[in-house]
Protein backbone atom coordinates (compact mmCIF):
# COMPACT_ATOMS: atom_id res chain seq x y z
CA UNK A 1 0.00 0.00 0.00
CA UNK A 2 1.19 3.61 -0.79
CA UNK A 3 1.87 5.71 1.82
CA UNK A 4 0.76 9.19 1.34
CA UNK A 5 2.19 12.41 2.91
CA UNK A 6 0.54 15.33 4.44
CA UNK A 7 3.04 16.62 6.66
CA UNK A 8 2.15 18.21 9.90
CA UNK A 9 2.67 22.27 11.22
CA UNK A 10 6.36 22.44 12.40
CA UNK A 11 5.00 24.23 15.51
CA UNK A 12 4.35 19.89 16.33
CA UNK A 13 7.38 18.43 17.10
CA UNK A 14 11.04 18.86 16.77
CA UNK A 15 13.08 19.22 13.60
CA UNK A 16 15.46 16.18 13.30
CA UNK A 17 16.36 14.00 15.92
CA UNK A 18 19.23 13.42 18.99
CA UNK A 19 19.06 9.58 18.44
CA UNK A 20 19.06 6.54 15.44
CA UNK A 21 15.37 5.23 14.92
CA UNK A 22 15.46 2.34 17.40
CA UNK A 23 11.64 1.26 18.46
CA UNK A 24 8.30 1.85 16.94
CA UNK A 25 5.22 2.92 19.11
CA UNK A 26 1.34 2.27 18.59
CA UNK A 27 -0.87 4.49 19.59
CA UNK A 28 -4.65 5.33 18.58
CA UNK A 29 -6.89 8.20 17.82
CA UNK A 30 -9.20 8.15 20.79
CA UNK A 31 -12.27 8.90 18.12
CA UNK A 32 -14.78 6.87 16.31
CA UNK A 33 -14.61 6.44 12.38
CA UNK A 34 -12.04 9.30 11.99
CA UNK A 35 -9.48 8.29 9.32
CA UNK A 36 -6.20 9.21 8.61
CA UNK A 37 -5.92 12.17 5.98
CA UNK A 38 -8.33 13.57 8.56
CA UNK A 39 -6.15 13.58 11.08
CA UNK A 40 -3.70 14.91 8.74
CA UNK A 41 -5.06 17.57 8.26
CA UNK A 42 -5.88 18.68 12.15
CA UNK A 43 -1.54 18.12 12.64
CA UNK A 44 -1.27 20.96 9.89
CA UNK A 45 -2.89 23.52 12.18
CA UNK A 46 -0.30 25.11 14.76
CA UNK A 47 0.75 24.47 18.02
CA UNK A 48 -1.36 21.55 18.77
CA UNK A 49 1.22 19.86 21.51
CA UNK A 50 1.32 15.99 20.26
CA UNK A 51 2.11 14.84 16.58
CA UNK A 52 2.97 11.19 15.34
CA UNK A 53 5.05 9.79 12.19
CA UNK A 54 1.88 8.17 10.73
CA UNK A 55 -1.83 7.59 11.10
CA UNK A 56 -3.83 4.36 9.53
CA UNK A 57 -7.12 3.83 8.66
CA UNK A 58 -9.23 0.94 7.05
CA UNK A 59 -8.36 2.79 3.18
CA UNK A 60 -5.16 4.34 3.57
CA UNK A 61 -1.81 5.22 5.68
CA UNK A 62 -1.13 8.38 6.04
CA UNK A 63 2.45 10.31 7.14
CA UNK A 64 2.46 13.26 9.25
CA UNK A 65 6.15 13.88 10.36
CA UNK A 66 8.91 12.58 7.98
CA UNK A 67 10.91 9.67 9.91
CA UNK A 68 13.69 12.15 10.12
CA UNK A 69 11.81 14.40 12.28
CA UNK A 70 10.77 13.74 16.14
CA UNK A 71 7.16 13.38 16.57
CA UNK A 72 6.05 14.42 20.00
CA UNK A 73 3.99 10.87 20.38
CA UNK A 74 5.14 9.41 23.86
CA UNK A 75 6.87 11.91 25.99
CA UNK A 76 5.58 11.93 29.97
CA UNK A 77 6.94 12.90 33.48
CA UNK A 78 7.49 9.61 34.20
CA UNK A 79 8.62 6.28 31.81
CA UNK A 80 8.12 2.94 32.52
CA UNK A 81 10.63 1.65 29.82
CA UNK A 82 14.49 2.07 29.93
CA UNK A 83 15.33 3.98 26.52
CA UNK A 84 12.27 4.32 24.46
CA UNK A 85 11.64 8.21 24.08
CA UNK A 86 10.41 10.78 21.77
CA UNK A 87 14.06 10.72 20.21
CA UNK A 88 14.64 6.92 19.13
CA UNK A 89 11.41 6.00 18.01
CA UNK A 90 8.18 6.22 15.32
CA UNK A 91 5.04 6.41 16.53
CA UNK A 92 1.69 5.35 14.49
CA UNK A 93 -1.39 6.31 15.37
CA UNK A 94 -4.40 3.71 14.46
CA UNK A 95 -8.00 5.03 13.64
CA UNK A 96 -10.17 3.56 15.96
CA UNK A 97 -13.90 2.78 16.56
CA UNK A 98 -16.40 2.74 18.71
CA UNK A 99 -18.81 -0.26 19.51
CA UNK A 100 -22.36 -0.77 21.04
CA UNK A 101 -20.71 -1.22 24.36
CA UNK A 102 -18.96 2.23 24.15
CA UNK A 103 -15.56 0.21 23.73
CA UNK A 104 -12.95 1.18 21.67
CA UNK A 105 -11.77 -1.53 18.89
CA UNK A 106 -9.59 -1.30 15.42
CA UNK A 107 -11.42 -2.55 12.11
CA UNK A 108 -9.57 -5.47 10.81
CA UNK A 109 -8.33 -3.69 7.97
CA UNK A 110 -6.91 -1.17 9.75
CA UNK A 111 -5.00 -3.52 11.67
CA UNK A 112 -4.13 -5.22 8.47
CA UNK A 113 -2.63 -1.71 7.07
CA UNK A 114 -1.06 -0.83 10.78
CA UNK A 115 0.77 -4.50 10.36
CA UNK A 116 2.16 -3.48 6.37
CA UNK A 117 3.53 -0.21 7.33
CA UNK A 118 5.19 -1.48 10.92
CA UNK A 119 6.66 -4.68 8.92
CA UNK A 120 7.95 -2.00 6.16
CA UNK A 121 9.56 0.35 8.71
CA UNK A 122 11.23 -2.69 10.65
CA UNK A 123 13.06 -3.57 7.49
CA UNK A 124 14.38 -0.01 6.94
CA UNK A 125 15.52 0.18 10.20
CA UNK A 126 16.28 -3.11 11.27
CA UNK A 127 14.01 -3.46 14.49
CA UNK A 128 13.09 -7.00 15.97
CA UNK A 129 9.63 -7.60 16.72
CA UNK A 130 10.18 -7.03 20.41
CA UNK A 131 11.24 -3.48 19.91
CA UNK A 132 7.34 -3.00 18.99
CA UNK A 133 5.75 -1.50 21.62
CA UNK A 134 2.25 0.11 22.90
CA UNK A 135 2.41 3.71 24.14
CA UNK A 136 1.14 1.84 27.37
CA UNK A 137 4.66 -0.03 27.74
CA UNK A 138 6.28 3.22 27.65
CA UNK A 139 4.46 5.34 29.95
CA UNK A 140 1.82 3.86 31.42
CA UNK A 141 -0.97 5.48 29.68
CA UNK A 142 -3.80 3.35 28.34
CA UNK A 143 -3.36 3.52 24.70
CA UNK A 144 -3.99 2.11 21.98
CA UNK A 145 -6.76 0.98 24.20
CA UNK A 146 -7.70 -1.91 21.89
CA UNK A 147 -4.53 -3.38 22.74
CA UNK A 148 -4.24 -2.68 26.37
CA UNK A 149 -7.62 -4.09 27.71
CA UNK A 150 -7.60 -7.13 25.56
CA UNK A 151 -3.69 -8.79 25.82
CA UNK A 152 -4.50 -11.30 23.11
CA UNK A 153 -5.26 -8.47 20.73
CA UNK A 154 -2.03 -7.03 21.19
CA UNK A 155 -0.35 -10.63 21.28
CA UNK A 156 -1.43 -11.08 17.55
CA UNK A 157 -0.69 -7.92 16.36
CA UNK A 158 2.71 -8.41 17.15
CA UNK A 159 2.47 -12.43 15.93
CA UNK A 160 1.98 -11.00 12.13
CA UNK A 161 4.92 -9.00 12.35
CA UNK A 162 6.56 -12.00 11.83
CA UNK A 163 4.63 -13.97 9.57
CA UNK A 164 6.16 -15.66 6.64
CA UNK A 165 5.38 -13.89 3.17
CA UNK A 166 2.61 -16.37 2.46
CA UNK A 167 0.68 -15.17 5.88
CA UNK A 168 1.70 -11.61 5.25
CA UNK A 169 -0.30 -11.52 1.98
CA UNK A 170 -3.30 -13.34 3.92
CA UNK A 171 -6.14 -10.49 3.36
CA UNK A 172 -8.66 -10.26 5.60
CA UNK A 173 -12.68 -11.04 4.28
CA UNK A 174 -14.89 -8.18 5.93
CA UNK A 175 -18.92 -8.29 5.40
CA UNK A 176 -20.52 -5.10 4.48
CA UNK A 177 -23.60 -3.66 2.82
CA UNK A 178 -23.89 -2.49 -0.59
CA UNK A 179 -26.97 -0.51 -2.04
CA UNK A 180 -27.75 -2.06 -5.47
CA UNK A 181 -30.78 -0.59 -7.40
CA UNK A 182 -31.98 1.09 -3.82
CA UNK A 183 -31.97 -2.45 -1.59
CA UNK A 184 -29.47 -2.99 0.36
CA UNK A 185 -27.71 -6.35 0.34
CA UNK A 186 -24.79 -8.40 2.49
CA UNK A 187 -21.58 -9.14 0.51
CA UNK A 188 -18.17 -10.22 2.17
CA UNK A 189 -15.71 -7.96 0.90
CA UNK A 190 -11.83 -8.09 0.48
CA UNK A 191 -9.26 -4.67 1.50
CA UNK A 192 -6.10 -5.32 -0.81
CA UNK A 193 -3.96 -2.46 -2.08
CA UNK A 194 -6.90 0.13 -1.61
CA UNK A 195 -9.13 -1.43 -3.40
CA UNK A 196 -12.37 -3.08 -2.75
CA UNK A 197 -13.53 -6.47 -3.96
CA UNK A 198 -16.49 -8.05 -3.31
CA UNK A 199 -17.43 -12.02 -3.14
CA UNK A 200 -19.01 -12.61 -6.64
CA UNK A 201 -21.59 -14.85 -5.43
CA UNK A 202 -23.20 -12.65 -2.86
CA UNK A 203 -24.49 -10.47 -6.25
CA UNK A 204 -26.94 -13.59 -6.62
CA UNK A 205 -29.00 -12.17 -3.78
CA UNK A 206 -29.73 -9.25 -6.30
CA UNK A 207 -30.84 -10.55 -8.86
CA UNK A 208 -27.50 -10.69 -10.99
CA UNK A 209 -27.02 -14.21 -12.86
CA UNK A 210 -23.39 -15.71 -11.95
CA UNK A 211 -21.50 -18.57 -12.89
CA UNK A 212 -18.30 -21.05 -13.04
CA UNK A 213 -16.57 -22.23 -15.58
CA UNK A 214 -15.06 -25.25 -14.46
CA UNK A 215 -13.20 -26.01 -17.74
CA UNK A 216 -11.33 -22.58 -18.15
CA UNK A 217 -11.86 -21.45 -14.68
CA UNK A 218 -13.32 -17.91 -15.92
CA UNK A 219 -16.46 -16.67 -13.20
CA UNK A 220 -18.95 -15.12 -15.59
CA UNK A 221 -21.42 -12.43 -13.90
CA UNK A 222 -24.50 -10.14 -15.88
CA UNK A 223 -27.11 -11.04 -17.57
CA UNK A 224 -25.99 -13.72 -19.59
CA UNK A 225 -23.14 -16.02 -18.78
CA UNK A 226 -20.80 -17.14 -21.41
CA UNK A 227 -18.65 -20.39 -21.61
CA UNK A 228 -15.24 -18.64 -22.30
CA UNK A 229 -15.32 -15.30 -21.29
CA UNK A 230 -16.32 -12.66 -18.38
CA UNK A 231 -19.52 -11.74 -19.62
CA UNK A 232 -20.46 -8.51 -17.13
CA UNK A 233 -24.45 -7.55 -18.57
CA UNK A 234 -23.76 -8.54 -22.14
CA UNK A 235 -20.38 -6.85 -22.45
CA UNK A 236 -16.45 -8.04 -21.99
CA UNK A 237 -14.99 -6.63 -19.72
CA UNK A 238 -11.21 -7.31 -18.12
CA UNK A 239 -11.46 -7.05 -13.92
CA UNK A 240 -9.02 -7.58 -11.26
CA UNK A 241 -10.23 -11.02 -9.36
CA UNK A 242 -9.13 -12.84 -6.57
CA UNK A 243 -10.01 -16.32 -5.23
CA UNK A 244 -10.79 -16.50 -1.33
CA UNK A 245 -11.98 -19.61 0.20
CA UNK A 246 -12.80 -20.95 -2.92
CA UNK A 247 -15.10 -17.83 -3.71
CA UNK A 248 -14.51 -15.13 -6.26
CA UNK A 249 -14.05 -11.50 -5.35
CA UNK A 250 -13.94 -8.80 -8.58
CA UNK A 251 -12.91 -5.27 -8.36
CA UNK A 252 -16.02 -2.94 -8.15
CA UNK A 253 -14.32 0.06 -10.35
CA UNK A 254 -13.53 -2.63 -12.92
CA UNK A 255 -17.51 -2.35 -13.54
CA UNK A 256 -17.95 0.96 -13.93
CA UNK A 257 -18.57 1.15 -17.52
CA UNK A 258 -21.30 -1.25 -16.72
CA UNK A 259 -22.43 -0.26 -13.50
CA UNK A 260 -22.92 3.10 -11.66
CA UNK A 261 -21.00 3.24 -8.72
CA UNK A 262 -20.42 5.22 -6.05
CA UNK A 263 -19.73 5.99 -2.34
CA UNK A 264 -21.64 7.50 0.08
CA UNK A 265 -19.53 9.25 2.27
CA UNK A 266 -22.16 10.26 4.85
CA UNK A 267 -23.79 6.21 5.46
CA UNK A 268 -20.26 4.71 4.60
CA UNK A 269 -21.93 2.81 2.06
CA UNK A 270 -20.77 1.62 -1.80
CA UNK A 271 -23.64 2.49 -4.00
CA UNK A 272 -24.52 0.22 -7.00
CA UNK A 273 -26.58 0.86 -9.97
CA UNK A 274 -27.36 -0.57 -13.06
CA UNK A 275 -27.23 1.68 -15.86
Not at 252 to 261: A, C, F, P, S
Request: hydrophobic share 30%; glycine share 4%.
Amino acid sequence: MDVKTKLANKTNYTNGRNSPIKYIVTHFTANNGDTAMGNCNYFQGANRNASAHYFVDENEIYQSVKDSDTAWHCGASKYYHPDCRNGNSIGIELCSRIDSNEKYYFKNPTVSNAVHLVKQLMRKYSITADRILRHYDVTRKVCPAPFVYDINDWENFKKKLTDDDTKRNEEMIERIKINVNGKEYAVNRILKDGKNFICLADMKQAGFDVGFNERTKVPSFGVSVSEDNIIIAGKDVTVHKILKSNENYIRLRDLKDILNIDYDEINKKVIVDVK
